[in-house]
């Protein structure tokens, strides 16, 4: 019911969304189709509640998009379900799990969190009533697992890098041969926010820095003032 959870978030876990993508994904590809064929697509016999539900999931966390001729992969999905290697997948599946406003702001503010002080504020100060946050921190806590969000946590928690280039591998991320490069830096932030910039290739050239600095300013304008 809309009163145990708020519509606006994902009812399901990325891990179980990305099980349904892989469903669609067998059975359609890259085809654009309306809600009941991409119900049946997902695993279910026909567009039901509980398949409507799932596939509106799927579209909070960026893996549907909804097209003039129905639902099709993203281009999201696409970096999850045929990555170039295990590390862009990683990313991919971080930046689904963060697609949803909530569970973003709660990665930020409660992600060490107990139950209890997620409960009380998804109540207190969202609405949500008992039942839907019990569904919405299970489901937040499962997606914050399955994309490792904590281990990035706790690695931008630790001690800051100084800027360096190094010679390690990343053959256990990504089974390449170990001629990859790492280069880190250490970022300062304000409101004790940690970042840290890394960049694998077997090169870094100025024009790869003046790439990525675009990219970065698309990201910034995709936040609210």
């Not at 697609?99 to 949500?128: C, V, W, Y």
């Not at 100084?162 to 053959?171: D, M, R, V, Y």
């Not at 880190?184 to 050239?205: K, Q």
């Amino acid at each position: 019911m809309a009163t145990t959870r708020s519509p606006n978030y994902p009812a399901c876990s990325l891990e179980d969304a990305v099980t349904m993508l892989q469903n669609f994904w067998r059975k359609e590809q890259r085809t654009a189709v309306p809600a009941d064929v991409a119900a049946k697509a997902i695993g279910y016999k026909s567009l039901s509640g509980p398949a409507r539900t799932n596939l509106a999931a799927l579209k909070k966390y960026g893996l549907l998009i909804d097209e003039r001729q129905g639902m099709k992969v993203s281009p999201l999905a696409l970096r999850i379900l045929n990555p170039p290697d295990d590390y862009d997948k990683m990313l991919a599946l971080r930046e689904a799990a963060l697609k949803p406003e909530l569970f973003k702001g709660l990665s930020q503010t409660h992600m060490r969190a107990s139950d209890d002080a997620i409960r009380a504020h998804l109540i207190n100060t969202l609405g949500f009533s008992d039942t839907g946050a019990g569904t919405l921190i299970k489901s937040f806590r499962d997606t914050m697992r399955f994309a490792k969000l904590p281990d990035l946590e706790y690695d931008l928690t630790s001690e800051p890098m100084k800027q360096e280039a190094t010679q390690e591998t990343i053959s256990a991320k990504t089974g390449q041969a170990p001629s990859v490069h790492t280069f880190t830096w250490s970022l300062s932030m304000p409101r004790n926010v940690r970042a840290e910039l890394r960049l694998f290739g077997s090169e870094l050239r100025k024009e790869d820095v003046t790439k990525l600095k675009k990219q970065i300013e698309s990201i910034e304008e995709s936040f609210d003032e």
